[in-house]
């Protein structure tokens, strides 16, 4: 019997077709960088600043340089509230880097509990306080590199210290600072760093001693991070702010 040989049927196409290539997304469009202050915009501003709180004050509570300097490292991710809150106890019995020293790193730790990072704050408090006795004659110095070199003391204390304490035309930018820098497009940065430069180079000196104050105190009750007051804004016509909701 002959044997009965079947061709192999061709395979069918398979009928998907090629995956087409996404289209690509076309790239989001940046938003038009502020138009930047003119330099009389920049003194009505802070004229008005001047005019509505001529001699603003600092909200963190200290007696002397030494106990400013403190409060200022103690207030690293803490509110001011909460600082003073603490250091009230604190500065009555330990206002001098001796008598800190003297209470010692456990009871120091004791009067700071309330505040976030009390355990390296404490340590950080008797180590600068023993590195003034030791290498600035108990005094705070006076220049931005020694005061940055003191344990838990940074840039930003440094800037707050010789401002407050010695009346330098200081900037020191916290995060009410960067944020109405960059917000209001006075001085826009990616840091800090250039925040301050941006801000040192447009305040007119006329300002600058109480600049800082002004904008942290603008920053912490009418700029605000979330639900900014617009409508009452000493400076909403100036601001640059997209959305400003006047």
């Known amino acids: 019997m002959a044997k009965i040989i079947r061709k192999a049927l061709p395979k069918a196409k398979s009928s998907k077709a090629a995956p087409r290539k996404a289209a690509a997304r076309p790239a989001p469009r940046k938003s038009p960088k502020p138009k930047p202050w003119t330099a009389a915009e920049v003194h009505e501003a802070f004229s008005r600043f001047r005019k509505a709180n001529p001699e603003p004050k600092g909200e963190l509570e200290h007696l002397n340089?030494?106990?400013?300097?403190?409060?200022?490292?103690?207030?690293?991710?803490?509110?001011?509230?909460?600082?003073?809150?603490?250091?009230?106890?604190?500065?009555?019995?330990?206002?001098?880097?001796?008598?800190?020293?003297?209470?010692?790193e456990d009871k120091v730790r004791d009067y700071i509990r309330t505040i976030g990072l009390y355990r390296n704050k404490a340590k950080n408090v008797i180590a600068l306080s023993e590195k003034l006795i030791g290498e600035f004659g108990s005094e705070v110095p006076r220049t931005r590199a020694e005061i940055e070199s003191l344990p838990g003391a940074g840039r930003k204390t440094a800037n707050v210290v010789l401002n407050m304490?010695?009346?330098?035309?200081?900037?020191?930018?916290?995060?009410h600072v960067f944020r109405v820098g960059n917000r209001t497009g006075l001085a826009p940065g990616k840091t800090p760093l250039e925040v301050e430069l941006g801000l040192e180079k447009v305040i007119p000196s006329e300002f600058m001693l109480h600049a800082h104050h002004w904008l942290i105190l603008h920053g912490r009750y009418t700029c605000l991070a979330r639900g900014p007051r617009c409508e009452v804004c000493l400076i909403n016509d100036l601001c640059r702010w997209p959305e400003k909701t006047v």
Do not use: C
């Not at 909460?82 to 019995?93: D, E, H, S, Y």
């Not at 304490?165 to 995060?175: L, S």
């Open 165 to 175: 304490a010695f009346g330098e035309h200081t900037m020191a930018v916290d995060t």
């Open 65 to 104: 340089p030494y106990t400013l300097l403190v409060a200022v490292v103690l207030s690293a991710q803490a509110t001011d509230a909460g600082v003073n809150k603490a250091t009230r106890a604190l500065f009555a019995v330990a206002d001098t880097p001796q008598k800190m020293v003297a209470l010692g």
